[in-house]
Structures are given as C-alpha cells and as structure tokens.
C-alpha cells in the first residue's frame, strides 16, 4: 500500500487476492448481460441492455469516487482542485450515457470506461495508490468495455 504519494511501500507489487477476486466478480454481470443482449434478443435482450447500461453506468461512477478518494490523499494541495474536478468527470459522463440510452448510450459508457481504464493505469499510481492499482483497473475497464460496446453493437444492429 502507498500511504502517500511521496511515500511508497516497497510490497505494493502484487495485487492482493480479495481486491482481485472482487473486481473478476465485478465483471460478472458485463459478461453475463452482454451475452443476454446478444442471444436472447426481443423483450428479455432489451431489459437486458438496460440493465447493462444502468450496472457499467454504475462502475464508471464508482471510478469517479475512487478518484475523489486518491485526490482527498494527495499531499500537494494545489493539485488537490485539478483531482476533485476530474473525478466529477466520470459520474458526469455516465449520467450522460444513462439519458442518452440505447446502443448510443452503451458505446457512450464503454468509451468512458476505457478513458478511465487509460487514467488509471498511466496516472493513479501518481496519486497515492498501490503500485499493483494500474494493473488490476486496465484488466477489469478492458473486459468491462470490451462487453459493453460488443453490447452496443448488437443493440445498434437491432435498430436497423
């Protein structure tokens, strides 16, 4: 664990088993939802695309926060602002997807996935997390996007 950022803990490599098992667990209802788009089709497909919409909405708000989080443990205040804005932008973004809805509204939530996915892994070890955080965010916002825009795709493809 980093206690701050200009304090690194030496043992911070690895990602811990709990973290890791949670965040595989996390990616469930992508996949499962996904697959519910893509094969059930009709009411049940398009309850499920809803669902998927409303869950990856969620999970990129829930990035936002834990960015609010690593912003609170920064040690230098002027960069304080910068971070507490920043971590408005994923909420903001899916809030946006979730009133856009439909295919649109996925593409528009995978894409903010993959943003954030990118943000954690090239910058939140600047800020204060584990060395092992960057590692586990790119594995889980690249399975958790991937599901949600081959979701998109289907649902674009339905509207035709």
């Known amino acids: 664990m980093t206690l701050i950022a200009s304090e690194p803990v030496r043992d911070d490599h690895e990602i811990p088993p ?19 788009v893509a094969l059930a089709g009709g009411e049940t497909g398009a309850s ?21 989080g690593l912003a609170l443990r920064h040690p230098a205040r002027e ?4 971070l507490y804005l920043g971590a408005a932008i994923s909420p903001a973004w899916a809030l946006a997807g979730v009133l856009l809805g439909g295919a649109g509204g996925l593409g528009l939530v995978a894409a903010g996935l993959v943003a954030q996915g990118a943000v954690d892994g090239l910058k939140s070890t600047r800020f204060a997390a584990p060395r092992w955080y960057p590692r586990l965010r790119a594995l889980l916002a690249a399975l958790a996007s991937v599901a949600t825009a081959a979701a998109a795709v289907v649902v674009a493809s339905q509207q035709v």
């Open 79 to 82: 960069l304080r602002a910068g």
């Open 18 to 36: 709990i973290p890791l098992a949670v965040g595989l667990a996390g990616l469930a209802p992508f996949i499962g939802l996904a697959l519910t």
């Open 48 to 68: 499920a695309s809803v669902a998927l919409l409303a869950y990856a909405a969620l999970i990129l708000s829930f990035f936002g926060g834990a960015h609010w």
